[in-house]
DNA sequence: AGTTCACTTCGATGGATGTCAAAGTGTTGG
DNA sequence: CCAACACTTTGACATCCATCGAAGTGAACT
């Protein structure tokens, strides 16, 4: 048992199609709610407080899966989902931690003034 | 001189609408030859080579700039676009340089023993 | 003033995509 | 063996999106 599902090999990752399959709410929600758990976890727990339908969670679990950033096994009538750290992290280094890290939240305008990062050079040399 | 188009300010830079806008080959092409550029540059030079109609690359680039990934500024009959370094930084760090950094070629099975970076080891610890 | 240039806007079109309900598949528990 | 479970597949539908040709806009050049 613990069959896994097809997935596109390491070399075969491609940007666009990632970079597409994390251009979507509802994708990233889950992307970021199986990062959140750290270990390996059934797709209901992590679908739980989606408000989609079934067909519609597993829609998107096969794209993010083609797209070559989940790992999707089957155990009994349950699918495990991980993400693939380091076949992403070897083809788009940085890629993942810059998505999955939760956004900062806008500082509200003159709310409580931000202590530290007031605005940091851009990590790209440009000129 | 050297009107700037409307862009959205950098709070409201969303991860989604970025996502989405990179997720396109050709815009996703716009932005790499406007980094591989340097400085900033005329429309109508980055947009030589590619093969869709000036209609199309009009679009491309307003929604590039509508998802907050550049500037463009109107300097007499022609547009001078720029990438928001800052802003996409301070918003999502990493970002930018993850997406912009040249792919890696697929090492070919076999073909030219790649010298340097084997496996190395993801950035992101799990588990 | 008129033409060329460098785009942009408009309208149309074809294809991809997100969503759901209904039906199907394989698993577990009684 | 049957029912409940945890999904998946299929088919349909509406919407979005990339693309194009045609027409429009404003600046520069002659």
Redesign the pocket.
Known sequence: ?ARQ?PQPGRDSINLVTVL??L?????LTLMRSIYAHGDPI????I?AGI?????????????LREAGLTT?T??????IVTIRYEDLDVRFPGLLAAILTPELIPPTAGAGKDPAPPVRQGQISVH
Not at 58 to 63: G, L, P
Not at 74 to 79: I, L, Q
């Open positions: 048992m599902l597409a399959a251009a979507d709410p509802v994708r059934d797709c209901a727990t679908a408000e989609v339908t079934p067909p519609t969670i597993s829609h998107h679990y096969r794209v999707t089957v155990d009994g009538r349950r699918r």
